[in-house]
């Protein structure tokens, strides 16, 4: 399984951002498919999750600005960020769990400015 992430950048405090990761190789057996953030000298935290029935998990109170959405036909996982804060600036990774396995993709940078 291979994933390709696409979508950070730098934006100002209070804009939007939207990652997209695309799952190509064996997809098929794909089952949770998520997005992981690590900051600065902090480790690495699951930011949302979806499983293949759609179903997700945020953490914390994420949920209230972020949204995570899947299309099981690439497959590709979204992550649609709102207002987002400063303290959301890392390196955004997706991350696909395949037969047990788990695959990341490369990671693509949010920057936050304040």
């Known amino acids: 399984v291979q994933l390709q992430a696409s979508g950070g950048g730098l934006v100002q405090a209070g804009g939007s951002l939207r990652l997209s990761c695309a799952a190509s190789?064996?997809?098929?057996?794909?089952?949770?498919m998520g997005w992981y953030r690590q900051a600065p000298g902090k480790q690495r935290e699951l930011v949302a999750k979806?499983?293949?029935?759609?179903?997700?998990t945020y953490t914390g109170s994420l949920k209230d600005r972020f949204t995570i959405s899947r299309d099981n036909a690439g497959p590709t996982v979204d992550l649609q960020m709102n207002n987002l804060k400063p303290e959301d600036t890392g390196v955004y990774y997706c991350?696909?769990?395949?037969?047990?396995?788990?695959?990341w993709g490369q990671g693509t940078q949010v920057t936050v400015s304040s």
């Open positions: 190789g064996s997809i098929f057996g794909i089952n949770d």
């Open positions: 979806i499983t293949f029935a759609g179903i997700s």
């Open positions: 991350k696909a769990e395949w037969l047990g396995d788990d695959f």
